[in-house]
Protein backbone atom coordinates (compact mmCIF):
# COMPACT_ATOMS: atom_id res chain seq x y z
CA UNK A 1 0.00 0.00 0.00
CA UNK A 2 1.34 3.76 -0.91
CA UNK A 3 1.25 5.92 1.79
CA UNK A 4 2.93 9.28 2.67
CA UNK A 5 3.36 10.39 5.87
CA UNK A 6 3.43 13.55 7.65
CA UNK A 7 4.89 14.68 10.95
CA UNK A 8 6.52 17.45 12.64
CA UNK A 9 3.28 19.56 12.92
CA UNK A 10 1.85 21.94 16.24
CA UNK A 11 1.45 24.89 17.81
CA UNK A 12 3.98 27.66 17.32
CA UNK A 13 3.98 30.97 18.11
CA UNK A 14 4.66 33.44 15.27
CA UNK A 15 7.61 34.26 14.20
CA UNK A 16 8.99 30.72 15.30
CA UNK A 17 9.80 27.52 13.42
CA UNK A 18 8.65 24.27 12.17
CA UNK A 19 9.51 21.42 10.11
CA UNK A 20 7.87 19.32 8.83
CA UNK A 21 8.39 15.81 7.23
CA UNK A 22 7.17 13.64 4.67
CA UNK A 23 8.00 9.75 5.01
CA UNK A 24 6.67 7.44 1.99
CA UNK A 25 6.57 3.72 1.96
CA UNK A 26 4.79 1.25 -0.39
CA UNK A 27 7.22 1.85 -3.47
CA UNK A 28 9.59 3.80 -4.83
CA UNK A 29 9.33 7.59 -5.02
CA UNK A 30 12.55 8.84 -5.93
CA UNK A 31 12.04 9.59 -9.33
CA UNK A 32 8.79 11.42 -8.68
CA UNK A 33 8.94 15.59 -7.83
CA UNK A 34 7.24 15.29 -4.31
CA UNK A 35 5.07 18.71 -2.99
CA UNK A 36 3.16 20.40 -0.03
CA UNK A 37 -0.05 21.91 -0.01
CA UNK A 38 -2.33 23.39 2.80
CA UNK A 39 -5.40 23.54 3.33
CA UNK A 40 -7.12 26.14 6.07
CA UNK A 41 -10.57 25.92 7.48
CA UNK A 42 -13.25 26.85 4.95
CA UNK A 43 -10.30 27.60 2.59
CA UNK A 44 -9.26 25.66 -0.81
CA UNK A 45 -6.23 23.33 -0.68
CA UNK A 46 -3.34 25.76 -1.96
CA UNK A 47 -0.08 25.52 -3.36
CA UNK A 48 2.94 25.54 -0.78
CA UNK A 49 5.95 24.49 -2.92
CA UNK A 50 7.88 21.48 -4.54
CA UNK A 51 10.74 19.83 -5.09
CA UNK A 52 12.21 17.92 -8.39
CA UNK A 53 12.88 14.30 -8.06
CA UNK A 54 17.10 15.17 -7.54
CA UNK A 55 16.43 17.74 -5.19
CA UNK A 56 18.18 20.53 -7.68
CA UNK A 57 15.29 22.63 -8.55
CA UNK A 58 12.18 23.89 -6.17
CA UNK A 59 9.73 26.38 -6.94
CA UNK A 60 7.38 27.98 -3.91
CA UNK A 61 4.16 29.67 -3.95
CA UNK A 62 4.60 33.38 -3.44
CA UNK A 63 2.99 34.10 0.36
CA UNK A 64 5.77 31.58 1.48
CA UNK A 65 8.66 32.49 -0.89
CA UNK A 66 11.94 33.43 1.06
CA UNK A 67 10.13 32.20 4.48
CA UNK A 68 10.09 28.22 3.61
CA UNK A 69 12.63 25.97 2.22
CA UNK A 70 11.61 21.99 0.52
CA UNK A 71 14.79 19.70 0.71
CA UNK A 72 14.96 16.06 0.19
CA UNK A 73 17.66 13.28 -0.44
CA UNK A 74 17.14 11.65 -3.55
CA UNK A 75 18.33 8.23 -2.17
CA UNK A 76 16.83 8.70 0.96
CA UNK A 77 13.42 9.46 2.83
CA UNK A 78 11.78 11.80 4.01
CA UNK A 79 11.07 15.25 2.14
CA UNK A 80 11.43 18.07 4.74
CA UNK A 81 9.00 21.27 4.93
CA UNK A 82 11.31 23.99 6.63
CA UNK A 83 9.19 26.75 7.60
CA UNK A 84 10.26 29.58 9.00
CA UNK A 85 8.71 33.43 10.55
CA UNK A 86 5.96 31.79 10.40
CA UNK A 87 2.59 34.11 10.52
CA UNK A 88 -0.78 33.54 11.93
CA UNK A 89 -2.38 33.25 8.31
CA UNK A 90 0.33 30.01 7.76
CA UNK A 91 -2.15 28.04 9.91
CA UNK A 92 -3.34 25.43 8.02
CA UNK A 93 -3.19 21.52 7.73
CA UNK A 94 -0.42 20.75 5.79
CA UNK A 95 -0.37 17.76 2.81
CA UNK A 96 2.42 16.21 1.34
CA UNK A 97 1.91 15.12 -2.24
CA UNK A 98 3.51 13.31 -5.59
CA UNK A 99 3.78 14.23 -8.81
CA UNK A 100 5.17 11.57 -11.78
CA UNK A 101 3.76 13.72 -14.17
CA UNK A 102 4.35 17.23 -13.88
CA UNK A 103 7.65 19.50 -13.47
CA UNK A 104 8.47 21.94 -11.06
CA UNK A 105 8.70 25.36 -12.15
CA UNK A 106 4.68 26.99 -11.71
CA UNK A 107 1.89 26.13 -8.63
CA UNK A 108 0.52 22.96 -9.51
CA UNK A 109 -3.38 22.44 -8.72
CA UNK A 110 -4.82 19.71 -6.78
CA UNK A 111 -5.29 17.67 -10.23
CA UNK A 112 -1.67 17.00 -10.78
CA UNK A 113 -1.42 15.19 -7.69
CA UNK A 114 -0.85 11.17 -7.84
CA UNK A 115 -0.55 10.92 -4.07
CA UNK A 116 -1.64 12.56 -0.61
CA UNK A 117 -0.59 11.95 2.97
CA UNK A 118 -3.25 12.49 5.41
CA UNK A 119 -2.23 16.06 6.52
CA UNK A 120 -0.78 17.20 9.47
CA UNK A 121 -2.38 20.42 11.65
CA UNK A 122 -0.03 23.06 11.77
CA UNK A 123 -1.29 26.80 14.05
CA UNK A 124 0.56 29.30 14.32
CA UNK A 125 -0.61 31.64 17.23
CA UNK A 126 -0.50 35.94 17.35
Known amino acids: QVQLVESGGGLVQAGGSLRLSCATS????????MGWFRQAPGKEREFVGA????????YYADSVKGRFTISRDAAKNPVYLQMNSLKPEDTAVYYC???????????????????WGQGTQVTVSS
Open 51 to 58: INWSGRRT
Open 97 to 115: ASSARYPVGSVWNTNMIDY
Open 26 to 33: GRTFSSDN
